[in-house]
């Protein structure tokens, strides 16, 4: 029965300045975590339950990076052939070691449940600015559970027999699983923790299983010069635009920066545990992912079948160490995304209810409700709502996927671009993590990759992707303005004076 949360919720009263972790770590960690939640205007709502390692596992857990490359490197094959695997390996690094590092850091001053629509709204005291980062992420997750639901359901269906001969035949499979994950966040953080391990558990299997058996098992491999092959795809030498296009891929497989960020509020001593489970996340599944990568390369026996195949992974597992491995490594590739799909929703479900928490969204008083069990109950079930209607769209799974990837760009770009101006202006609070003197070096090259990555997703399917994020923003807005006037970034605004 969902119970309503005591009022009010935000601060009245002026807090002290931003506390200085460093130097004053007074009481336990949960002691410090709520006294923190307090100076930044609210109470303590959520069950605080999670340690690094859970905490690190919803990071790494999103991002699936083993499975997820076995279901994406196909992105890369299209634009730029085995070469891509040069792409993976300087986008990755871009993604992983500006942007990741960035959100981590802000993290770090903000650990709250939101993520970037409340790093974005302290920093700026633009509330409709932090509302359409909010909504842009709230997007992305939901579309990214539709997507993995989505991608993942042909192999499950395959398990019991039964082939698709169309989107339509996808649909009920993919409802299935969104219900299903839908259920375990309904049962609780505690419950959505164990699956997040065994997620974690399953993924771990996949690299080292992957990594072992191509490295342990004999067979015919291509030589290092192979990684350079571009598959026909550089046409006339041309290789700099398809090695451009083909920076899409890391896009795809390492994102959701701000994962652990929202789930901060459920993290013990979140300031420091959720950055360093973010950073790690992010660090280890780029490295895990450039080995993977290069790998499945080298394994290629027919390039021409591989660039035909819309499995290529499978293909080229099968063809190099056998179909029963492949097919192993499927199942389990499989569990871990299901896993994924789990934490994607919970996540998204945390932006919801931050943003209900401050009265910025419609029924606002409804969706802030949470359970006996300290769930947001109703952001669960508006989230997958939305997760069902994008669900009607399966037939567009490239297309969601572009819209996902595009709207974490554009999200992480405005903030590392606010939070380069909050530390210049000396405006975040203390914070235990940060780099020092390169934290501005690493904002700056962070605002340039993120435009760099919004560019190309664009401008490689402007119709759909950039009209389509357009309409996003579009729809934001609209949502923004039925927000009764008298809320419509009141509390952001009270709660900037704040700090």
């Known amino acids: 029965m969902a119970t309503k949360p005591e009022e009010p919720t935000v601060s009245t009263q002026p807090p002290a300045p931003g506390p200085d972790f460093e130097s004053a770590p007074t009481g336990t960690p949960a002691d410090s975590d709520a006294a923190y939640l307090e100076k930044l205007g609210y109470k303590q709502e959520l069950n605080r339950t999670l340690g690094l390692f859970s905490a690190f596992g919803v990071q790494f857990t999103s991002i699936a990076i083993a499975s997820g490359i076995f279901t994406t490197l196909i992105v890369g094959f299209g634009f730029f052939g085995p070469a891509s695997f040069w792409s993976f390996l300087v986008g990755g690094g871009l993604q992983v070691f500006t942007v990741g590092l960035a959100v981590a850091q802000l993290v770090s001053a903000y650990p709250l449940a939101g993520g970037v629509y409340q790093i974005t709204g302290r920093i700026t005291g633009k509330p409709w600015l932090a509302w359409q980062t909010g909504w842009w992420l709230l997007i992305a997750h939901t579309v990214a559970v539709t997507t993995v639901a989505v ?25 299935g699983l969104i219900v299903l994950g839908t259920i375990i966040n309904i049962a609780g953080v505690k419950v959505a923790a164990v699956l997040n391990n065994i997620g974690v558990v399953a993924e771990v299997l996949c690299v080292v299983a992957l990594v072992g058996v191509l490295l342990v098992v004999k067979h015919p491999t291509q030589p290092l010069s192979f990684l350079s092959d571009s598959a026909g795809t550089a046409s006339g030498g041309n290789w700099f635009v398809p090695f451009l296009f083909a920076m899409i891929l890391p896009a795809y497989a390492i994102s959701s920066f701000d994962a652990t960020g929202n789930a901060s509020e459920e993290t013990k001593d979140a300031a420091r545990k959720a950055p360093m489970a973010s950073v790690m996340a992010n660090v280890s599944s780029y490295v895990v992912g450039v080995f993977m990568v290069a790998l499945i390369m080298l394994a290629i026996q027919d390039l021409p079948a591989v660039m035909d195949s819309d499995t290529p992974v499978k293909l080229i597992l099968d063809t190099a160490v056998g179909s029963a491995f492949a097919n192993i490594f499927e199942a389990v590739a499989i569990i871990a995304l299901f896993a994924a799909l789990v934490m994607l929703q919970l996540t998204g479900i945390r932006v919801l209810w931050s943003q209900a928490r401050d009265g910025q969204v419609p029924a606002a008083h409804w969706l802030r409700k949470v359970s006996a069990q300290r769930i947001p109950i109703n952001a669960t079930l508006t989230i997958f709502a939305l997760s069902v209607i994008f669900a009607l769209w399966s037939s567009l799974l490239s297309v969601l996927a572009a819209m996902t990837a595009l709207a974490w760009g554009l999200a992480y770009g405005v903030v590392v671009t606010v939070g380069l101006w909050g530390l210049l202006q000396r405006k975040l609070p203390k914070h235990p993590w940060h780099y020092g003197f390169l934290s501005p070096l690493i904002f700056v090259l962070a605002i340039v990759w993120s435009v760099v990555l919004c560019a190309l997703l664009i401008y490689s399917d402007p119709t759909h992707v950039g009209i389509g994020m357009l309409l996003v923003i579009l729809s934001g807005a609209v949502v923004y303005m039925t927000i009764p006037k008298s809320r419509r970034g009141k509390s952001i605004d009270t709660l900037q004076g704040h700090l």
Request: hydrophobic share 50%.
């Open 151 to 175: 991608s993942i359901s042909p192999f499950i269906a395959g398990w019991f027999g039964v082939t698709f001969d169309g989107p339509a035949d996808t649909l009920p499979w993919a409802l």
